[in-house]
């Protein structure tokens, strides 16, 4: 067995399985529990901040997953992917913009960034934006095709390594100058946000969190699962294979542009649901969740954690954030060193992420 | 001597009658009163009569029962008699100058000042009356322009004459006046002549005289053709402006990018420190040596470039040496640095931006050609840009560091066989570029803000520059930055900047699909590299 699959079968073990149980366990039965059975002021409630700090980084770590499967196992780092998360939570807000009908500051039937621009019909993005299902296929569908047409270009004029990376940059700050005009209909500036209700249910009531949450954990707990499927099957070893010597599979018969563009398709994807996610659980997206600096982030997460692992795009999603969150509040001036610093040292002294050290430690002692 | 007391009295009481009523319809008036107070007041060329309206102006002009006061401070004169009023009126009340009284201000007191003695004075004066004048000032302007000799001047002030005869004139003078407004370059005479060539609703034209109109046409099309001309000139040079600004932020990078094959992501985060060193230094000067402002630049142009060769040199042996061959991990560590960079300015510095100061040699402009005015330092960037890439392609070409680097790019293994310290080399060559980040910081001082997101600004930006002129050549990467810029900015004048970018970026995009390797590529048989 190569490394990737050792790696692999080391970490789905059964030790594996029942960790991931035991994560799940937590996830559908402990957080509804302390969140809505538990009363106020009880030490074990969790607060209504706290799950939807949860909720957000899982959809980070959704992110991170589907970095991971690109770059992890197919050697393709994209400094775009905020863009494809960000597209997937524009096409969801688009629907919740709709479902906040005339309850809106101005009471129009319109969202109020549109009647404070004087507009008096939605322009062509809009169209069917209220029907859930329509808005549900955009968010597959948008980052889908986008991935699937760049990456179609990039692939066969075999653009890889930085070249690629830095491309990937210029498409997301292309994008998000594009949506910071208010000419381009989605709110400019100020984004999507005052969310009111989903489904015709209010959006802010625990119960209705607390459903969000519960799909933004299986999504994960699936995409998980859906992502050892792929790196397991002769595809995955046919992407790592790739990522290790490109000329070398090419040369064997495969034709790489297939995989590369199948994965790259698949982990924007993946994104754009995560970012349809994300948005009714935070309550605001808006164009800098384009801007360069985020997509860099996700790859610092899948670092941190340990590329070409799955499980350590989890971890690193997990400890950035809550890293983030933590700084932020507490030493809001010290986070960029904080930031920084992960990025260099992961770089020069841990190669393999946290999911390595660990496994490195496990290998000593024994 | 009675008589002649008498005499002056009467003489005084004539002239100051007149100036008695017209102040007080100015102080007490409605405004279309206080309107025609003040071009009786213009009429007058009294200087007296201008102290009143820039008074007005300035909001000094006061009332006090029924005299009208010019209050300075705590000073008073009578606005009439220009004496000194002394005790300051208790009850006063200042006159409000409304909107409109405020534009036939602005032309009254321009029409006063053609006369003034000062070139400086009678030349503002004059720009202010070609924005659009009272017909009623011309006689004034005629006084003027029988006395005007700067030859600056009186083609404006001519200009400014013909204007006022098209409104209110006989034929021949009407006639005289377009023609003469052909000469002009002046967007305000385009619509003037539109103005004369306009058709009513009802079918009749504006002027009525068949002859006027043709040779108001005439007029019309040797003005636009002037202003199209001027117009393509400006946007040829902010063009080449931007694309020397986008030299000097991407020729770092194309040493070590291009050269070196390193991901420099903190590279803008080098341009931002230069930019800080050289408001440090502006700042040293102001505090030690106040006499010699206007040369800090040329201490600040060596003190950019050193230290950020040396936070450059820093990084490449503490950070960027255990990753060379590994460019994806590369890139991220260095974007590392780049936050820490932003942070560390920020603690430094503080968060809003800083200003820096241009030295006085460059601040205003040159007017080159059909009213385009070219700023002092746009021009100095485009020299300096122009100064470092020469002497960059002498220090690649001419000396044994350029050799070194040149032979490490071209085969490292070798290079290091035959005794070239690569090592050093590469740290040396990583300070350079770096540098030159540093000086791309101190020229972008002089012409935008300074903070610590400057960086940000530019790192897209300068990659695209490098990557479409095409790895390891200097000539691509002038080459991508004048045509990005030309790009750039012809698409601006046309769609509005943010779609320029958008256009121009999906262009690079493309383009690389096309070519991988940039516009000029090193030509090699490598299945990867």
């Known amino acids: 067995m190569g490394p990737v699959s050792l790696l692999i079968a080391r970490l789905y073990g059964p030790r594996g399985w029942m960790t991931l149980a035991a994560f799940a366990l937590a996830l559908f039965v402990v957080f509804p529990l302390c969140n809505l059975a538990i009363p106020e002021g009880n030490p074990l409630h969790l607060s209504a901040y706290w799950v939807s700090l949860v909720g957000k980084i899982m959809c980070y770590a959704i992110v991170a997953l589907a970095m991971d499967l690109a770059w992890g196992y197919a050697g393709i780092l994209s400094l775009g992917h905020g863009l494809f998360f960000a597209l997937g939570g524009y096409a969801f807000g688009m629907y919740l913009m709709r479902q906040i009908g005339s309850d809106g500051q101005y009471k129009a039937n319109m969202p109020d960034f549109m009647v404070f621009l004087d507009w008096k019909e939605f322009p062509w993005a809009w169209w069917n934006s209220d029907q859930f299902w329509w808005c549900a296929l955009l968010v597959v569908l948008v980052p889908g095709l986008l991935a699937f047409v760049f990456g179609f270009f990039a692939f066969r004029s075999r653009i890889k390594g930085v070249y690629f990376s830095i491309i990937t940059q210029a498409l997301t700050y292309a994008a998000m100058l594009l949506f910071f005009r208010n000419a381009t209909g989605f709110g400019g500036n100020n984004g999507f946000t005052d969310f009111k209700r989903i489904l015709d249910i209010p959006v802010a009531i625990p119960s209705t969190r607390m459903a969000l949450f519960a799909i933004t954990a299986a999504t994960l707990i699936g995409s998980l699962l859906l992502g050892r499927y792929i790196v397991t099957s002769k595809f995955g070893r046919i992407l790592a294979a790739i990522r290790d010597a490109e000329s070398r599979v090419m040369f064997c018969g495969y034709n790489p542009v297939h995989y590369k563009l199948a994965i790259w398709t698949f982990s924007a994807v993946l994104c754009g649901i995560a970012g349809a996610l994300y948005v009714p659980q935070v309550g605001i997206i808006n164009p800098s969740e384009m801007s360069p600096a985020n997509s860099i982030e996700i790859a610092i997460w899948v670092a941190v954690g340990g590329r070409g692992t799955l499980v350590g795009a989890i971890v690193g999603a997990g400890l950035v954030n809550g890293a983030k969150s933590y700084f932020t509040q507490a030493f809001p001036e010290y986070w960029l060193y904080v930031l920084g610093l992960i990025f260099i040292l992961v770089t020069l002294f841990m190669p393999k992420g946290v999911v390595g050290l660990w496994s490195q430690w496990k290998n000593r002692s024994a | ?529």
Not at chain 2, 129 to 136: E, Q, S, W
Not at chain 2, 196 to 201: A, D, I, N, Q
Not at chain 2, 242 to 264: D, E, P
Not at chain 2, 395 to 421: E, K
């Open chain 2, 1 to 529: 001597m009675r008589i002649l007391l008498i005499a002056l009295l009467l003489f005084a009481s004539r002239a100051f009658a007149l100036e008695v009523a017209n102040v007080e319809k100015l102080a007490f008036g409605e405004s279309d009163e206080q309107v025609a107070a003040i071009a009786a007041l213009v009429a007058s060329g009294d200087p007296q009569a201008a102290a009143v309206l820039q008074a007005l102006a300035d909001g000094e002009l006061q009332v006090a029962g029924k005299r009208v006061l010019i209050v300075k401070g705590e000073e008073a004169t009578d606005a009439v008699t220009g004496a000194k009023v002394a005790p300051l009126p208790e009850e006063r009340e200042g006159v409000v100058a409304n909107n409109r009284l405020r534009r036939e201000l602005a032309g009254a007191l321009a029409g006063l000042k053609l006369t003034s003695p000062q070139r400086e004075a009678r030349l503002a004066a004059v720009k202010e009356l070609a924005g659009g004048a009272d017909p009623a000032m011309l006689p004034l302007v005629k006084r003027a322009l029988e006395k005007e000799a700067d030859p600056t001047i009186k083609p404006m002030l001519e200009l400014i004459a013909a204007t006022m005869e098209l409104k209110d004139g006989s034929k021949e003078a009407r006639i005289a006046a377009v023609r003469m407004l052909g000469g002009s370059s002046n967007s305000n005479t385009k619509l003037l002549l539109l103005g004369v060539l306009e058709k009513r609703k009802d079918g009749s034209f504006a002027e009525p005289d068949e002859e006027i109109r043709r040779e108001a046409q005439a007029s019309l099309r040797a003005v636009e053709g002037r202003l199209a001309w001027g117009e393509r000139a400006g946007i040829l040079f902010t063009s080449i402006s931007l694309g020397s600004i986008l030299l000097l932020a991407a020729m770092g990078l194309a040493i070590t990018y291009g050269l070196m094959g390193v991901i420099n992501m903190a590279h803008g985060e080098l341009i931002m420190v230069g930019a800080y060193t050289t408001y440090a230094v502006q700042n040293l000067f102001r505090e030690h040596a106040p006499d010699a402002f206007d040369w800090y630049l040329a201490c600040a142009v060596p003190a950019s470039f050193m230290v950020s060769a040396a936070v450059g040199m820093l990084l490449e042996r503490l950070v960027i040496r255990w990753l060379y061959g590994r460019a994806l991990e590369t890139l991220l560590a260095t974007w590392g640095i780049s936050l820490v960079l932003i942070q560390t300015v920020r603690t430094i510095f503080g968060a809003q931006n800083v200003q820096v100061e241009n030295p006085a040699f460059m601040s205003g402009g040159v007017e080159a050609l059909m009213g385009v005015v070219l700023p002092w330092s746009r021009i100095v960037i485009v020299v300096f840009a122009a100064a470092v890439l020469v002497g960059i392609w002498l220090l690649l070409t001419r000396t044994r560091l350029g050799l070194f680097v040149r032979g490490v790019t071209q085969n490292r293994a070798m290079a290091s066989c035959v005794g070239v310290p690569t090592a050093r080399v590469d740290t040396w060559a990583f300070g350079l570029g770096s540098g030159i980040a540093g000086l791309a910081g101190c020229a972008l001082s002089q012409i935008g803000n300074v903070g610590p997101d400057l960086g940000q600004a530019y790192i897209v930006d300068s990659f695209m520059v490098v990557v479409l002129g095409g790895v390891g050549q200097l000539a691509g990467t002038v080459y991508a930055a004048l045509g990005l810029g030309f790009a750039n900015k012809l698409l601006e004048a046309w769609q509005g900047a943010v779609l320029a970018k958008i256009v121009v970026l999906v262009f690079i995009i493309m383009f690389i699909q096309k070519r991988p390797q940039g516009l000029f590529a090193l030509k090699g048989r490598a299945v990867e590299t």
